[in-house]
């Protein structure tokens, strides 16, 4: 009974540590998930119905629409390389949209981690912190 419980375990680990894949979809002109939560070392990929891109870009861009990127992942239309995957190496929040209809707001947000270190890189990004001198010993 113990080596069952032990290999069930072992298998539970196993699946939660295996890199998957995670597909995006993208139609005219939205992506389907537009919000994607993935682990590090997993294998985005594209399947395009139509002609898109998954370009990554900055922020204030991502707000504005603007058909630019920030040297991070793109695949798809227009891409440096022809891949149509990419794997992040690094927990965050990614934000991307489609290179030829960014100004149609066809956008999404990638999260990569689990959910503690995203919300760890989150507040990385967002929140500076303060070290009072009186606190310091
Ligand atoms: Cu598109």
């Given at each position: 009974m113990k080596l069952l419980i032990l290999s069930v375990l072992t298998l539970i680990t196993f699946q939660f540590n295996a890199q998957q894949n995670y597909t995006i979809t993208a139609y005219d002109n939205y992506f389907s998930p537009d919000t994607a939560y993935v682990n590090v070392g997993d294998t985005v990929r594209l399947v395009s119905i139509g002609y898109h891109s998954i370009t990554e870009l900055d922020s204030i861009d991502w707000v504005n629409n603007?058909?630019?990127?920030?040297?991070?992942f793109w695949i798809g239309?227009?891409?440096?390389?022809?891949?149509d995957w990419f794997v992040v190496n690094q927990a965050g929040k990614y934000y991307f949209n489609c290179n030829p209809h960014a100004t149609v707001g066809m956008k999404g947000v990638l999260y990569v981690g689990s959910s503690m270190n995203v919300q760890e890189s989150i507040s990385n990004n967002e929140f500076s912190v303060e070290i009072r001198e009186d606190k310091v010993i």
């Open positions: 603007v058909a630019t990127d920030n040297g991070g239309l227009n891409a440096p390389t022809f891949e």
